[in-house]
C-alpha cells in the first residue's frame, strides 16, 4: 500500500482533491491495481467489462514505463502523476458496485470509457517514444514534442470529465508543474543534441542488436577485430612503465607497443588462453583414448574376468569424456560471448571519453586485448599523485559523463564505475576502462573479494542481494556509484576509506554517506562546490527512482563547466585548488448486482491473429475491427491490411493507404514500409512523390523494419551514398536479412565489425 500512500501524498502537494458525484472526499482508498483486475476478472466472467481491463492494463504499463524511464522524466512524471489519477478514480469506481452498474447501462458513458481507453492508447505511445533511448535523434523536433504532450494532456482531463471522474484541480499549479517539466526535459534533451551530434540512431540500434544477440545467446559468428602481431611493433624509446604485471600472483601484464603510429597497450586475456589450451587437451586426450581404444581391441582374447574390467573401464573413459566434452562447449560458449562482448566494445570507438579498443592479437604466443595506451594511468594514481584544481575537477567529471550517457544511450551498463576504472591521459581527458567483459578473469580472485573491491561504490540496493533475493544491477545502480566516483574525485580519496567492510555495509544500508568537508575559499568557489555537491546527492540518493539520470547529470555538469569557464575568464586564481499497506476491502454479492449490465463480447487481440492464421477472416476482422476503434495500433493495421488484400471486407485501397500513412505518422515501421511501396507504386489514388517515398521508407527503416533497412541501404549505395547506405546494410544484416548480408559480403564488408 505505499505506492497508495505516496500517490496520495504527491497529489495533496500538487493541490488534487478528489470527490465523488456527492462531494464526499475519496482520501480513503485502499484498492491496488492488481485487487481491481482481479475484481474485473470476477465481475466480468471474461465477457462482461473487459473495457476496465484493459483500462487498468495501460494504466499500469503507463506507470511502468514512467517510473523506469532513462530520459525525459519530468515529462513523463507529468503524465504519471495523471496516471495514477485515472488509476484511483477506476478503483473507486469499482468499489461502488451501484455507481458501477448505474454508469455503465448508459450507452453514452460506455462510449465515453472506450475514447478514454483510445486516449490511455496514445499516452501509452507517447511516453514509449520519449522513454526510448533508440529514438534519441528522432525526438529532437521539441516542438512536436511540446505540442503532442499539450494535446494528449487536454484529451485526457476532457476524458475524466466525461467519465465523471470529478477531481478539484488547481489549474495555475498543475500548469505550473507541466510547463517546468516540460521546459527542463526540452532544455536537456537540446544539451544532449549539442554534445553527441555524432550519437546518430543507427549507431545506437546496432549496439542494441548487437546487445540483443548476445542476451539471446546468438553470438556465434560476432567477433572481434583480429590484429597481426607483425602490426605491433616496439616504442622507439623503451621506459619502465611500459610493461606492468606480469610477476608473482599477478599473472596479467600490460605492455606498450605502437599500432599504426599510435600507442596501445597490450593487456593479456586468460579467457582466450584458457579455452586455447582447453582444445589442446581435448585433442591429446582424444589421442590418448583412441590409444587405448586400440589396445583393447588387440587384447580381445584375454579371460572373461579382464575383459569385463576393459569394458568397465572404458565405459567409464567414456562417461569421463562425455563430461569433458560438455565443459569444453561450456568454455567455447564462453569463449564466443568474449568475442561478441569485445566486437561491441570495439564499436564505442566513436566516443572519445572511453577507452578505444582495437582488437586482439598475440604477443609472445600470449593471446592480448590491444586498448590506446594511457600514459599517467588510473584517475586514482593521477589524484594520488597530483592535485587537481576545480576546474579541472568539473571538466573531467564532465567528460566521464559524457562517456557514460554514450553507453546508456547504447543500453550498455558498465558495472564497475570507480576513479581506478578511469584512464587518464596527460591532458586530462578522462578514458571510461576496464568493463566487466575485458576484466582480468583470475582464478585465484574469489567471489567475495570481487565484491570487496567495489563495494566502496556500490548501490545499497546490491548491497543487499543474496543467494535467495538476488537484486539486478539497473542503471540507478550505476548512477549511485558515479556518485561515488565524483565524490571520490572531489575529495580525492576512497570513499570510507578508514571503515572496514561490515561497517561500510552498516553506514550505507543505514542511509547514511561520506561528509562534504569543504575547507574555507572565496564565494564563488563556495557557489560552485554547494552546486556540486547537489550533483552528488541526486546520485546517491537512497531510493533509485529518485537518482537522477547520466543525461540529467550531464546537462548539469555542462552548466557549471561553463560557469567554471567564466570564473576563469574573471579571475584564474578562483578555483585553483583548495584545502579543503490496507487489505482491500471485500466486495459481496458482484455477480448479482453486475448481471443487470450487458456488453458485447471483445475477444482478446492475439485471437484476431490465430483467427486470421486459420483464415477465419470473418472472425479476425471484427476482432480486428473492434480492437482498433479502440485506439490499437496493431489492430489499426491488420484493419489497413484487410483492406488492402480485400480479406472478407470489400477490397479499399484507398482506404488502407489512409489507415497506413496514420500509422507511419505515428511511427509505426511496417505500415511506413507498405505506404512508401504504395507511393512508388501509385497505388490508392497516390501519386509518384520520390521525397515522400524516401521519407516513409526511412522512417520504416528508422523504426527497426530489417527489410526497410536493407532497401534503402541498398538504394542509397546505388545513389553513390555508400557511408549511409551501409549502415542500414549492417542494421538489417544484424537482424539476420540473407540479402543484405550476401550484398554485405559482395562488397567486402564485414558487417560485424
Not at 458501477?100 to 458513458?109: A, H, I
Not at 586485448?369 to 593521477?382: D, I, R
Not at 546537462?555 to 567564466?566: G, Q
Request: charged content about 30%; glycine content about 4%; overall charge neutral.
Amino acid at each position: 500500500m505505499s505506492e497508495i500512500k505516496e500517490a496520495k501524498d504527491k497529489l495533496h502537494s500538487s493541490s488534487l482533491n478528489f470527490v465523488n458525484d456527492r462531494g464526499e472526499s475519496l482520501s480513503s482508498i485502499s484498492t491496488t491495481l492488481s485487487g481491481a483486475l482481479s475484481v474485473v476478472e470476477k465481475v466480468s466472467d471474461a465477457a462482461s467489462v473487459p473495457l476496465v481491463g484493459l483500462v487498468c492494463s495501460l494504466i499500469s504499463d503507463i506507470i511502468h514505463i514512467c517510473e523506469t524511464t532513462k530520459q525525459n522524466k519530468k515529462i513523463c512524471s507529468s503524465i504519471k502523476d495523471r496516471a495514477i489519477i485515472a488509476k484511483l478514480c477506476v478503483e473507486k469506481l469499482q468499489s461502488h458496485q451501484k455507481l458501477f452498474v448505474k454508469r455503465f447501462n448508459d450507452p453514452g458513458y460506455r462510449e465515453a470509457f472506450i475514447k478514454f481507453n483510445n486516449v490511455l492508447n496514445n499516452i501509452l505511445s507517447f511516453v514509449k517514444k520519449v522513454s526510448d533511448a533508440s529514438l534519441f535523434q528522432k525526438i529532437a523536433n521539441t516542438i512536436s514534442i511540446k505540442e503532442k504532450f499539450e494535446e494528449l494532456t487536454i484529451e485526457f482531463d476532457s476524458s475524466m470529465n466525461m467519465l465523471h471522474f470529478s477531481i478539484t484541480i488547481d489549474n495555475s499549479i498543475q500548469g505550473d508543474l507541466d510547463t517546468e517539466n516540460l521546459n527542463n526535459d526540452i532544455e536537456e534533451l537540446k544539451t544532449l543534441l549539442k554534445n553527441f551530434g555524432g550519437s546518430d540512431n543507427m549507431f545506437i540500434q546496432e549496439i542494441q542488436k548487437l546487445n540483443h544477440k548476445i542476451e539471446t545467446n546468438k553470438f556465434q559468428g560476432i567477433k572481434a577485430i583480429e590484429i597481426d602481431p607483425l602490426k605491433l611493433i616496439k616504442p622507439d624509446v623503451f621506459r619502465d612503465s611500459d610493461r606492468r604485471g606480469g610477476n608473482g600472483f599477478l599473472k596479467r601484464f600490460i605492455i606498450k607497443k605502437v599500432l599504426k603510429g599510435s600507442d596501445v597497450a597490450c593487456i593479456s586475456c586468460f579467457i582466450d588462453e584458457e579455452t586455447e589450451n582447453n582444445e589442446n587437451n581435448e585433442n591429446n586426450e582424444n589421442n590418448e583414448n583412441n590409444e587405448n581404444n586400440e589396445n583393447m581391441e588387440s587384447k580381445e582374447n584375454k579371460e572373461n574376468k579382464e575383459n569385463k574390467e576393459n569394458k568397465e573401464n572404458k565405459e567409464n573413459k567414456e562417461n569421463k569424456e562425455n563430461e569433458e566434452n560438455i565443459e569444453q562447449k561450456e568454455i567455447k560458449k564462453k569463449m564466443e560471448r568474449f568475442q561478441a562482448e569485445l566486437a561491441i566494445l570495439g564499436k564505442l570507438k566513436d566516443s572519445t571519453n572511453i577507452l578505444r579498443f582495437y582488437g586482439l592479437s598475440k604477443l609472445d604466443g600470449q593471446r592480448v586485448m590491444v586498448f590506446e595506451w594511457t600514459e599517467w594511468g588510473n584517475l586514482e594514481e593521477v589524484y594520488s599523485d597530483r592535485k587537481i584544481d576545480w576546474s579541472n575537477k568539473i571538466h573531467i567529471a564532465l567528460d566521464i559523463c559524457r562517456g557514460l550517457v554514450f553507453l546508456h544511450l547504447a543500453s550498455i551498463l558498465h558495472h564497475d564505475i570507480r576513479c581506478k576504472n578511469i584512464m587518464m591521459t596527460p591532458r586530462l581527458e578522462p578514458k571510461i576502462a576496464n568493463f566487466e567483459y575485458s576484466r582480468e578473469n583470475d582464478q585465484l580472485t574469489t567471489g567475495y573479494e570481487k565484491t570487496v573491491k567495489v563495494l566502496h561504490w556500490m548501490a545499497p540496493e546490491k548491497i543487499s542481494s543474496t543467494k535467495e533475493k538476488p537484486v539486478q544491477y539497473t542503471y540507478e545502480c550505476e548512477i549511485f556509484s558515479f556518485g561515488m566516483l565524483l565524490w571520490e574525485l572531489t575529495f580525492e580519496k576512497i570513499p570510507y576509506k578508514n571503515l572496514n567492510i561490515e561497517e561500510v555495509k552498516k553506514t550505507v544500508l543505514s542511509g547514511k554517506r561520506e561528509s562534504f568537508e569543504f575547507g574555507e575559499c572565496n564565494s564563488e568557489l563556495t557557489k560552485l562546490q554547494k552546486r556540486l555537491r547537489k550533483i552528488i546527492e541526486n546520485a546517491w540518493d537512497e531510493k533509485p527512482g529518485a537518482r537522477k539520470t547520466s543525461q540529467t547529470i550531464f546537462t548539469k555538469f555542462v552548466k557549471l563547466a561553463n560557469y567554471c569557464e567564466d570564473l576563469d575568464k574573471k579571475d584564474p586564481n578562483i578555483l585553483k585548488y583548495d584545502s579543503s499497506n490496507s487489505p482491500s476491502q471485500p466486495i459481496s454479492d458482484i455477480q448479482e448486482k453486475t448481471e443487470k449490465i450487458s456488453f458485447p463480447y471483445i475477444k482478446p487481440f492475439p485471437e484476431g491473429v490465430k483467427s486470421h492464421n486459420a483464415r477465419d477472416y470473418k472472425t479476425a476482422w471484427e476482432i480486428f475491427e473492434c480492437h482498433a476503434n479502440l485506439g490499437v495500433p496493431s489492430a489499426k493495421y491488420w484493419k489497413a491490411y484487410y483492406y488492402d488484400h480485400g480479406y472478407h471486407v470489400k477490397k479499399d485501397l484507398a482506404t488502407a493507404a489512409r489507415l497506413y500513412k496514420e500509422l507511419a505518422d505515428d511511427g509505426f515501421a511496417d505500415a511506413s514500409l507498405r505506404y512508401s511501396q504504395m507511393i512508388l507504386t501509385k497505388e490508392g489514388g497516390l501519386q509518384l512523390d520520390k521525397n515522400a517515398f524516401l521519407m516513409y521508407l526511412t522512417k520504416a527503416a528508422d523504426n527497426g523494419n530489417y527489410f526497410a533497412q536493407f532497401k534503402l541501404g541498398d538504394l542509397l549505395v546505388k545513389q553513390g551514398n555508400k557511408d549511409t547506405g551501409v549502415k542500414y546494410l549492417k542494421l538489417a544484416a544484424l537482424s539476420d536479412n540473407v540479402k543484405a548480408i550476401e550484398l554485405l559480403k559482395k562488397m567486402e564488408i564485414n558487417f560485424i565489425n
